[in-house]
């Protein structure tokens, strides 16, 4: 017993003064983290929003969207995409669900000495098609090389920068009860995709990555429905992170509907394999909108014409109760609350 | 013969078709890849400019100027500075000596598993005092984890944007006959102080890296003179990477005074114990400054007057001769011409 604990506290100990692959997972180890070390030193009204991309005022009256996002994927290629395509699509995106229209990208390169320039060639042309895609331009980079195996054949960094066409900001803030909660597609796609190519090469599935730039299709839901209260990509945390951290933000309940969840049967075969599940796993091609229950045909409608969401499906909703927790209503019909997943279940996805 | 023959068409082969330190050294070989890789794929009027931000074009009228880079620097701390100054320095000045105003800052972070938490806080606690010191905001980053001895403890990737206050833009093209090249003091200092605390740890040197963020003191100096044809940090490649890559791309000769070019004893002697040219080092706190010689004076007094800047020298002019070369006289009144470095001398330096 006296045993058990001393380990307790040397673990407790390890973990706070040295950085675990935890801290990287996008779940409560890195929100600790971003309010230990980062927000105590750089806390500023931009950095203290906590969203995908902060919004920078400019001289005068104009804002700008930012973002900077880093790609440590393992594989660099998986099935239905490669880091080039996740680098460009994370970027993109999290300009996009915050109401901005990408404008340009910066690509920050690490590479392998060692590493064959056939597959940096590879990668440059995935990030050319998917910023073509995109409609975006690489607008400046910089590459820096480092000794064999320091770093696994290649790391991205990529920046973006958007502007504002809407006067009025999607923000948590705005969400209310009554909101429903809708995803445009099939979730866990990405996540289980690249780990199952990592971790079990063997297996065939049909399971590809979701990872694509949703800002067109983003631009166009917004024409169509100007007023979203909110968007957010589920990519590190999945959706059981956003929707946990929704909750817990806005102060409100959220109930999510497993039997609504659209899940694609190779995607839930692979997370039984793996033992995940689905709803902590990160999507790259995904994104979660809170909308009024009164426009929430109208965002069916605007999405179920896109390529991108042609299963968008309404998940759940923003209820009364403000006790700031996420609830699942499973298919069984019982009720269990959804935490943001402590560490990292999923290491190198993204 | 044959046999050397095979193996110099081995090593080219093997150079061209994998990745080198040497790409990633600022040189000859890091513009190859640029020409080959990079512009084919991504070429636009931003990128084509090849400057060390890019001027983007936002809707309406107006333009900003972007910028990144990744610091791989090793050790993380060195003398006069760290990994967190670097990365802020870096920025702020790429995006100053284009003449934009630095607006804001992302900060990329990839850390190994296992680094110590107080190393991160130190380079936090850094980064925080050169953008306060810069008068610059870390507005968003993000942070991934890899594996012990993926990455050297900690990669960081900077990426910066900034807003014109001027209307004429400081390009080399705006370059002409008759100029003067200034720079605003002692060269080599980051590249040599690095090494040194790298490759000879036991010897005692007063040397310390120049890492600083210039931003305040470029805009001071702007305002001063407005007419200022071009300025560029000698980063990697140093003061012969930069004149050589100038007299290049504008077709001008340039001629450099190896007498005039400040330089510190202990700088000098770090270069001699290392064998090391110090016009192919890499500065971190200085600026290269083409002007008009009839504002040579002004930029001077302008300059002298700044704590980063005491020592500022005229270094070299603008000539005639439309040869494209760089041409140093040295001190005993010889001639030779200055190459931009091949490869990688000084790897991991910034």
Not at 232 to 255: F, Q
Not at 258 to 285: F, K, Q, S, W, Y
Not at 317 to 344: F, S
Request: glycine share 10%; hydrophobic share 45%.
């Amino acid at each position: 017993m006296t045993r058990q604990l001393d380990f307790q506290q040397t673990f407790l100990r390890n973990r706070r003064t040295h950085i675990s692959m935890a801290h990287g997972g996008g779940g409560q180890l890195t929100d600790d983290l971003v309010q230990s070390v980062f927000l105590p030193r750089f806390g500023n009204e931009a950095l203290n929003d906590l969203l995908d991309s902060a919004v920078v005022p400019l001289n005068g009256a104009s804002r700008m969207a930012m973002t900077i996002d880093g790609y440590v994927v393992q594989p660099l290629k998986f099935p239905g995409g490669d880091i080039g395509r996740l680098a460009v699509s994370g970027t993109v995106n999290d300009l996009a669900v915050t109401g901005a229209r990408p404008q340009a990208i910066a690509l920050g390169l690490i590479l392998a000495e060692g590493l064959d320039q056939d597959v940096l060639e590879d990668v440059m042309d995935s990030i050319a098609a998917t910023t073509a895609e995109a409609g975006v331009q690489v607008v400046t980079g910089d590459t820096k090389v480092v000794g064999r195996n320091q770093a696994d054949g290649m790391y991205i960094t990529t920046a973006g920068i958007g502007t504002f066409v809407r006067k009025s900001r999607l923000h948590p803030d705005r969400i209310e009860p009554g909101d429903v909660i809708i995803v445009n597609g099939p979730i866990a796609d990405h996540g289980l995709a690249v780990m199952l190519a990592r971790e079990m090469p063997q297996v065939k599935s049909a399971l590809r990555s979701d990872v694509a730039p949703l800002n067109n299709m983003i631009q166009r839901l917004l024409a169509a429905v100007p007023d979203i209260s909110f968007m957010r990509d589920p990519t590190r945390g999945g959706i059981a992170g956003l929707c946990a951290d929704l909750a817990a933000r806005t102060g409100w309940h959220i109930r999510l509907d497993e039997t609504r969840i659209p899940i694609r049967p190779e995607t839930h075969h692979a997370a039984e394999m793996l033992g995940l599940d689905p709803l902590d796993v990160a999507n790259e091609g995904k994104v979660v909108i809170v909308a009024r229950a009164s426009d929430a045909d109208n965002v069916l409608n605007a999405l179920r014409n896109e390529p991108l969401a042609a299963d968008a499906q309404i998940i759940g909703q923003v209820e009364q109760p403000a006790d700031g927790l996420c609830e699942l209503v499973t298919k069984m019909g019982g009720r269990r609350v959804i935490h943001k997943p402590y560490g990292e279940q999923l290491p190198r996805i993204c």
